[in-house]
T-cell receptor, first 113, second 113 residues
Framework: AQSVTQLDSQVPVFEEAPVELRCNYSSSVSVYLFWYVQYPNQGLQLLLKYLSGSTLVKGINGFEAEFNKSQTSFHLRKPSVHISDTAEYFCAVRRNRDDKIIFGKGTRLHILP | EPEVTQTPSHQVTQMGQEVILRCVPISNHLYFYWYRQILGQKVEFLVSFYNNEISEKSEIFDDQFSVERPDGSNFTLKIRSTKLEDSAMYFC???????????FGQGTRLTVV
């Protein structure tokens, strides 16, 4: 069975500082990986996805993530955060392109002024 | 840009009442999903639907829940007799075959009193 672990429930970071949100997954088969963002009182928006190809994936709003198969990780990074990045970030995995998506517990990114 | 739309955005219902949550998936999508998010918790898979039938359901999706695609555009989630613990945000999602990305609606916040 697949599962997703987001080790940090909350990450405080100063504005304009870099940030990394950690995600590890477990699966016995190849997977597809995603990061979704949920702004306060809003729905889920796709930040980026890894389906195949280059292990470094660039998404919207300056975010990127790197797929590391040997470490079963898919960490999300941004070189310089803004106050508008305040949100909950969910790492997610999918066994195939049409299967259900399994979410991690989420990491709340808290931007400090 | 096409989007998944959900109605209502917020519904308050009394315990024991039936509720129907409505979703309009993106028009050319073939796979449909319902998820729920209890306040402050992770996003949990409820059910997936393809070719007019349930393709997978979670343990949460018991006999109190049902889904239907009554026409060519709507996808509904019915809770037959609501309980207090059904209070949550319910998200509908859809995806186009083989592309890997699922698009989520803005959610319906269900409050059972």
């Amino acid at each position: 069975a697949q599962s997703v672990t987001q080790l940090d429930s909350q990450v405080p970071v100063f504005e304009e500082a870099p940030v990394e949100l950690r995600c590890n997954y477990s699966s016995s088969v190849s997977v597809y990986l995603f990061w979704y963002v949920q702004y306060p009182n809003q729905g889920l928006q796709l930040l980026l996805k890894y389906l195949s190809g280059s292990t470094l994936v660039k998404g919207i709003n300056g975010f990127e993530a790197e797929f590391n198969k040997s470490q079963t990780s898919f960490h999300l990074r941004k070189p310089s955060v803004h106050i508008s990045d305040t949100a909950e970030y969910f790492c997610a995995v999918r066994r195939n392109r049409d299967d259900k998506i399994i979410f991690g517990k989420g990491t709340r990114l808290h931007i400090l002024p | 840009e096409p989007e998944v739309t959900q109605t209502p955005s917020h519904q308050v219902t009394q315990m024991g009442q039936e509720v129907i949550l409505r979703c309009v998936p993106i028009s050319n999508h073939l796979y449909f999903y319902w998820y729920r998010q209890i306040l402050g918790q992770k996003v949990e898979f409820l059910v997936s639907f393809y070719n007019n039938e349930i393709s997978e359901k979670s343990e949460i999706f018991d006999d109190q829940f049902s889904v239907e695609r009554p026409d060519g555009s709507n996808f509904t989630l019915k809770i037959r007799s609501t309980k207090l613990e059904d209070s949550a945000m319910y998200f509908c999602a859809s995806s186009e075959r083989g592309l890997g990305e699922a698009f989520f609606g803005q959610g319906t916040r269900l409050t059972v009193v």
